[in-house]
């Protein structure tokens, strides 16, 4: 095709650089065919607290005794470095579907509110050397040479493209080991609890219950053993709102004043898990995971 007497045909590397073929086909008898989507969905939300059994998520209602052990903490040592304790809750939590927004839109995820998962009953979280039982290799990845990569996650998730082959690395707030709610290095509350809610994702994906989708994969989801880096995003919604974030972005370019002593000092995130589907399959409804 021209116009005028500049070519505009569209070239084999323009189709690579986006995907090919916005076709998709599914197995199936018959096979189903559909248009390839992919989009960012607000489907969970994470509280970070010290507070255990305070729901934050839901304005701070308590569901248990206050008074029980692994109270959240921050510390300082003798040696003046600071670490930190915190429960994290995970929600069930497909805002879209809720709020009908799009309502003829069959790759959305359609499930009830539900609050999944709470560390307070898992004994892994706070204990370093259970949760080894999880994350064997733990201690490899404690290294100081093998942290120095992490600066490599850093820069690129702060550009917005976090590096999926440093799963050990969590960008600019840290390492992702082990998975329990110490925070050796606490640097703020918004580092911490950012740290923490990229933990539990890549704890969920070790436990095999959290989805992946290779470049290719458009019909459902497969089961991912490591994070996914670039699947999600994060927001603050409590105690101030902020911007949507890639996992490991430098809290210095969007944390400023979202943390404050009292009423500012637990956490909760919108989670954004990016979804691909073949739409007109309507195989997403039933490929939700944790």
Known sequence: MTIGTKNVTPKKKDYEKYGGSPICICAGIPPRFGIKVTFFEPTRLVDVTRIPYCLVGLGGVSVGSNTVRKHGT???????????????????????????????????????????????????????????????????????????????????????????????????????????????HHVGGIQASSLLVTRIIAKFHRLGVAKGYKPDEFCKGHFEPRIMKTLYKTQLVYPVNAPCQPLGTSGALWGAFKSFPYKGEDFCYLVWKKKKCCMGTASIQTDGDF
């Not at 004994?123 to 290294?143: M, R, V, Y």
């Not at 707030?173 to 329990?180: I, N, T």
Request: hydrophobic content about 40%; glycine content about 4%.
């Open 74 to 184: 921050v510390r300082t040592k003798e040696d003046t470095s600071r670490g930190s304790f915190y429960n994290v809750h995970w929600y069930i939590y497909p805002l879209i579907y809720w709020l009908e927004l799009l309502t003829d839109f069959e790759c959305i995820e359609k499930s009830r509110f539900d609050v999944a998962y709470m560390t307070e009953f898992d004994p892994t979280w706070n204990d370093d050397e259970w949760s080894w039982i999880q994350n064997p290799e733990a201690g490899f990845f404690a290294f100081p040479a093998v942290q120095l990569a992490c600066v490599a996650d850093c820069l690129a998730s702060s550009n917005n493209t976090p590096i999926n082959k440093l799963f050990w690395c969590a960008g600019c707030q840290g390492s992702l080991y082990p998975f329990s709610g110490f925070v050796e």
